[in-house]
C-alpha cells in the first residue's frame, strides 16, 4: 500500500484518488504479470485570514510591520501541507501613551528601525506605545 499527497505517478500514470489500480507488465519471455497498487491519497488543505492592526502584528512568531500578503506552511493531521494565507493591513501607530506638552510633540521625530516606530523627543527615544527604549 502507498500512501502519498495530492498526486502520485506509478508507471507513468499519475492518479489524484485513493483506490486500487491495476497494471500488465510485460517480461522478457513475453509474459504478462498483472500488479495491483494499493493507494491512498490525502490531501492538502488551504485557509485564508484577514487581519487589521497598528503598527505591527505577530503572526505564528513571526513580527510583521507593513501590509501584504503572508503565507505560513504547517502539516495538517494526514501529513499533508497546510497552508495559511493572511491578507494583513497595518496601519500608522498613535502614540497615546506619551506624556507630553504641545511644544515637545512638535519636536517629536518619527524614526522606523528594523520595521519597528520609534518617536524621539529630548534625546529619549520611545516605542509607538510610549515605554522608553535605552
Not at 509474459?31 to 491519497?41: A, V
Not at 490531501?43 to 510583521?64: K, L, N
Request: charged content about 25%; proline content about 1%; hydrophobic content about 30%.
Amino acid at each position: 500500500m502507498d500512501v502519498a499527497c495530492d498526486s502520485y505517478t506509478w508507471n507513468e500514470k499519475t492518479f489524484t484518488e485513493s483506490g486500487d489500480y491495476k497494471d500488465t507488465l510485460h517480461t522478457e519471455l513475453g509474459q504478462d504479470s498483472i500488479i495491483t497498487l494499493h493507494l491512498t491519497i490525502n490531501h492538502s488543505t488551504f485557509g485564508e485570514e484577514s487581519q487589521e492592526a497598528e503598527g505591527s502584528y505577530e503572526w505564528h512568531d513571526v513580527i510583521y510591520t507593513q501590509s501584504g500578503d503572508y503565507e505560513f506552511v504547517t502539516t495538517n493531521t494526514a501529513g499533508c501541507d497546510s497552508t495559511v494565507t493572511l491578507h494583513l493591513t497595518i496601519t500608522e501607530s498613535v502614540i497615546t501613551n506619551v506624556p507630553a506638552t504641545q511644544a515637545e510633540q512638535v519636536a517629536a521625530e518619527k524614526i522606523v528601525r528594523d520595521g519597528q516606530l520609534y518617536i524621539r523627543r529630548k534625546d529619549n527615544t520611545y516605542t509607538a506605545t510610549g515605554l522608553k527604549v535605552d
